[in-house]
Protein backbone atom coordinates (compact mmCIF):
# COMPACT_ATOMS: atom_id res chain seq x y z
CA UNK A 1 0.00 0.00 0.00
CA UNK A 2 1.22 3.55 -1.38
CA UNK A 3 1.67 6.25 1.98
CA UNK A 4 2.81 9.24 1.97
CA UNK A 5 3.48 11.55 5.41
CA UNK A 6 4.42 14.85 6.13
CA UNK A 7 5.84 16.09 8.95
CA UNK A 8 7.69 19.83 10.16
CA UNK A 9 4.82 22.18 9.65
CA UNK A 10 4.39 24.81 12.89
CA UNK A 11 3.64 28.18 13.55
CA UNK A 12 6.73 30.86 12.51
CA UNK A 13 7.13 34.34 12.32
CA UNK A 14 7.11 36.43 9.19
CA UNK A 15 10.71 36.24 8.09
CA UNK A 16 11.33 33.02 9.36
CA UNK A 17 12.20 29.45 8.27
CA UNK A 18 10.91 26.30 7.94
CA UNK A 19 11.66 22.28 7.14
CA UNK A 20 9.18 20.17 5.84
CA UNK A 21 9.73 16.59 5.27
CA UNK A 22 7.25 13.80 3.65
CA UNK A 23 7.82 10.08 3.67
CA UNK A 24 6.70 8.13 0.96
CA UNK A 25 6.79 4.00 1.23
CA UNK A 26 5.06 1.32 -0.92
CA UNK A 27 6.61 2.07 -4.23
CA UNK A 28 9.89 2.19 -5.90
CA UNK A 29 10.77 6.05 -4.29
CA UNK A 30 13.36 6.80 -6.71
CA UNK A 31 11.43 6.40 -9.62
CA UNK A 32 9.21 8.83 -10.04
CA UNK A 33 8.80 12.45 -9.36
CA UNK A 34 7.73 14.24 -5.80
CA UNK A 35 5.70 16.77 -5.39
CA UNK A 36 4.54 19.53 -3.18
CA UNK A 37 1.11 21.07 -3.37
CA UNK A 38 -0.14 23.82 -1.04
CA UNK A 39 -3.63 25.03 -0.02
CA UNK A 40 -4.67 28.33 1.83
CA UNK A 41 -7.47 28.58 4.71
CA UNK A 42 -10.53 28.29 2.20
CA UNK A 43 -8.94 28.74 -0.89
CA UNK A 44 -7.78 26.36 -3.68
CA UNK A 45 -5.10 24.06 -4.59
CA UNK A 46 -1.78 26.11 -5.82
CA UNK A 47 1.33 23.32 -6.33
CA UNK A 48 4.66 24.92 -5.26
CA UNK A 49 7.33 22.57 -6.60
CA UNK A 50 8.57 19.27 -8.17
CA UNK A 51 11.50 17.37 -7.75
CA UNK A 52 11.82 15.00 -11.08
CA UNK A 53 13.20 11.20 -10.45
CA UNK A 54 16.67 10.51 -12.29
CA UNK A 55 18.02 13.68 -13.19
CA UNK A 56 16.73 15.51 -10.02
CA UNK A 57 15.56 18.86 -11.96
CA UNK A 58 13.85 20.96 -9.99
CA UNK A 59 11.06 23.71 -10.83
CA UNK A 60 9.36 26.03 -8.69
CA UNK A 61 6.00 27.86 -8.65
CA UNK A 62 6.95 32.15 -9.05
CA UNK A 63 5.30 32.89 -5.77
CA UNK A 64 8.31 30.51 -3.56
CA UNK A 65 11.22 30.63 -5.95
CA UNK A 66 14.60 31.98 -4.85
CA UNK A 67 12.69 31.04 -1.49
CA UNK A 68 12.34 27.65 -1.05
CA UNK A 69 14.35 24.70 -1.80
CA UNK A 70 13.12 21.20 -2.90
CA UNK A 71 15.11 18.14 -2.34
CA UNK A 72 15.17 14.38 -1.87
CA UNK A 73 17.05 11.78 -0.21
CA UNK A 74 16.22 8.37 -2.20
CA UNK A 75 18.10 6.60 0.59
CA UNK A 76 15.32 7.63 3.17
CA UNK A 77 12.75 7.54 0.56
CA UNK A 78 11.91 11.12 1.70
CA UNK A 79 11.66 14.45 -0.28
CA UNK A 80 12.01 17.73 1.98
CA UNK A 81 10.40 21.48 1.35
CA UNK A 82 13.33 24.00 2.76
CA UNK A 83 10.86 27.63 3.70
CA UNK A 84 12.80 30.43 4.10
CA UNK A 85 11.80 34.09 4.16
CA UNK A 86 8.06 32.94 5.26
CA UNK A 87 5.11 35.39 4.50
CA UNK A 88 1.66 35.87 5.35
CA UNK A 89 0.62 34.25 2.42
CA UNK A 90 2.69 31.09 2.48
CA UNK A 91 0.25 30.45 5.33
CA UNK A 92 -0.98 26.56 4.00
CA UNK A 93 -1.87 23.33 4.30
CA UNK A 94 1.45 21.69 2.62
CA UNK A 95 0.74 18.34 0.47
CA UNK A 96 3.07 15.65 -0.60
CA UNK A 97 1.95 13.71 -3.60
CA UNK A 98 3.91 11.22 -5.92
CA UNK A 99 3.79 12.16 -8.96
CA UNK A 100 3.69 11.10 -12.72
CA UNK A 101 1.71 13.17 -15.47
CA UNK A 102 -0.83 13.86 -12.24
CA UNK A 103 -0.68 13.36 -8.42
CA UNK A 104 -1.64 10.34 -6.69
CA UNK A 105 -1.30 9.28 -3.53
CA UNK A 106 -1.88 12.58 -1.40
CA UNK A 107 -0.66 12.87 2.28
CA UNK A 108 -2.66 14.06 4.98
CA UNK A 109 -0.95 17.31 4.82
CA UNK A 110 1.12 19.57 7.34
CA UNK A 111 0.08 22.86 8.29
CA UNK A 112 2.55 25.88 8.26
CA UNK A 113 1.04 29.44 9.90
CA UNK A 114 3.33 32.14 9.20
CA UNK A 115 2.26 34.83 12.06
CA UNK A 116 4.01 37.37 14.58
CA UNK B 1 -6.23 34.43 -10.99
CA UNK B 2 -5.86 30.90 -11.85
CA UNK B 3 -4.46 30.00 -15.48
CA UNK B 4 -6.81 27.27 -15.96
CA UNK B 5 -10.48 28.33 -15.73
CA UNK B 6 -13.38 26.77 -14.10
CA UNK B 7 -16.87 27.58 -13.22
CA UNK B 8 -16.89 28.55 -8.77
CA UNK B 9 -20.21 26.44 -8.76
CA UNK B 10 -22.46 23.83 -10.31
CA UNK B 11 -25.40 22.60 -9.44
CA UNK B 12 -28.28 19.71 -10.25
CA UNK B 13 -30.39 16.99 -8.45
CA UNK B 14 -29.56 13.24 -7.25
CA UNK B 15 -29.57 10.93 -10.40
CA UNK B 16 -29.16 14.32 -12.81
CA UNK B 17 -25.72 14.92 -14.88
CA UNK B 18 -23.32 18.01 -14.71
CA UNK B 19 -20.36 18.55 -16.55
CA UNK B 20 -17.26 20.65 -15.40
CA UNK B 21 -15.51 23.06 -17.58
CA UNK B 22 -11.46 23.66 -17.81
CA UNK B 23 -10.65 26.02 -20.07
CA UNK B 24 -6.69 27.03 -20.56
CA UNK B 25 -4.33 27.33 -23.21
CA UNK B 26 -2.02 25.50 -26.38
CA UNK B 27 0.58 25.87 -23.33
CA UNK B 28 -1.07 24.09 -20.92
CA UNK B 29 -4.40 21.87 -21.79
CA UNK B 30 -3.89 22.15 -25.15
CA UNK B 31 -0.49 19.67 -25.60
CA UNK B 32 -0.53 18.03 -22.19
CA UNK B 33 -2.41 15.67 -19.89
CA UNK B 34 -5.47 16.83 -18.03
CA UNK B 35 -6.66 15.27 -14.38
CA UNK B 36 -9.32 16.03 -11.83
CA UNK B 37 -9.11 15.92 -8.29
CA UNK B 38 -12.56 15.31 -6.29
CA UNK B 39 -11.96 17.29 -2.24
CA UNK B 40 -14.78 15.90 0.12
CA UNK B 41 -15.13 18.87 2.38
CA UNK B 42 -12.58 18.40 5.33
CA UNK B 43 -10.55 15.73 3.23
CA UNK B 44 -7.55 15.45 1.30
CA UNK B 45 -7.52 15.59 -2.34
CA UNK B 46 -8.32 12.91 -4.58
CA UNK B 47 -7.18 11.96 -7.95
CA UNK B 48 -10.36 11.50 -9.76
CA UNK B 49 -9.17 11.34 -13.87
CA UNK B 50 -5.70 10.99 -15.07
CA UNK B 51 -4.24 11.36 -18.36
CA UNK B 52 -7.96 13.18 -19.86
CA UNK B 53 -9.80 10.21 -19.54
CA UNK B 54 -8.77 7.29 -17.25
CA UNK B 55 -10.25 6.77 -14.42
CA UNK B 56 -8.08 4.85 -11.26
CA UNK B 57 -9.21 1.69 -9.58
CA UNK B 58 -11.68 2.28 -7.21
CA UNK B 59 -13.28 5.16 -8.99
CA UNK B 60 -16.77 4.38 -10.33
CA UNK B 61 -17.61 4.65 -14.30
CA UNK B 62 -20.14 7.58 -13.61
CA UNK B 63 -17.43 9.98 -13.38
CA UNK B 64 -15.72 10.54 -16.72
CA UNK B 65 -13.42 13.00 -18.61
CA UNK B 66 -12.75 14.21 -22.15
CA UNK B 67 -10.63 16.85 -23.44
CA UNK B 68 -10.76 19.12 -26.71
CA UNK B 69 -7.91 21.53 -27.98
CA UNK B 70 -7.42 23.83 -24.75
CA UNK B 71 -10.45 22.75 -23.16
CA UNK B 72 -11.73 19.79 -20.79
CA UNK B 73 -14.62 18.51 -19.27
CA UNK B 74 -15.31 16.49 -16.28
CA UNK B 75 -18.76 14.58 -16.51
CA UNK B 76 -20.61 12.82 -12.71
CA UNK B 77 -23.64 11.37 -14.05
CA UNK B 78 -26.47 9.87 -11.40
CA UNK B 79 -25.19 12.27 -8.80
CA UNK B 80 -25.42 11.62 -5.57
CA UNK B 81 -25.13 13.53 -2.39
CA UNK B 82 -22.21 12.24 -1.58
CA UNK B 83 -20.26 13.80 -4.43
CA UNK B 84 -20.77 17.25 -2.90
CA UNK B 85 -17.38 18.53 -3.14
CA UNK B 86 -15.13 20.78 -4.68
CA UNK B 87 -13.49 19.62 -7.81
CA UNK B 88 -10.06 20.93 -9.52
CA UNK B 89 -8.54 20.20 -13.15
CA UNK B 90 -4.70 20.01 -13.33
CA UNK B 91 -2.17 19.99 -16.01
CA UNK B 92 1.14 21.11 -16.91
CA UNK B 93 2.63 24.24 -18.48
CA UNK B 94 4.91 24.22 -20.58
CA UNK B 95 5.23 27.66 -20.91
CA UNK B 96 5.90 28.19 -17.28
CA UNK B 97 7.52 25.27 -16.73
CA UNK B 98 5.13 24.41 -13.91
CA UNK B 99 1.81 22.46 -12.82
CA UNK B 100 -1.27 24.90 -12.87
CA UNK B 101 -4.58 24.10 -11.69
CA UNK B 102 -8.25 25.58 -11.74
CA UNK B 103 -9.62 27.59 -9.29
CA UNK B 104 -12.18 24.87 -8.49
CA UNK B 105 -15.49 24.13 -9.12
CA UNK B 106 -17.92 23.85 -5.88
CA UNK B 107 -20.72 20.90 -6.96
CA UNK B 108 -23.77 21.15 -4.67
CA UNK B 109 -26.32 18.46 -4.99
CA UNK B 110 -30.01 20.41 -4.59
Known amino acids: EVQVLESGGGLVQPGGSLRLSCVAS????????MTWVRQAPGKGLEWVSV????????YYADSVRGRFTISRDNSKNTVYLEMNSLRAEDTAVYYC?????????WGQGTLVTVSS | QSVLTQPPSVSAAPGQKVTISCSGS????????VSWYQQLPGTVPKLLIY???KRPSGIPDRFSGSKSGTSATLGITGLQTGDEADYYC???????????FGGGTKLTVL
Open chain 1, 97 to 105: AKNIYYFEN
Open chain 1, 26 to 33: GFTFSAYA
Open chain 1, 51 to 58: IRDGNDNT
Open chain 2, 26 to 33: SSNIGNNY
Open chain 2, 51 to 53: DNN
Open chain 2, 90 to 100: GTWDSSLSGWV
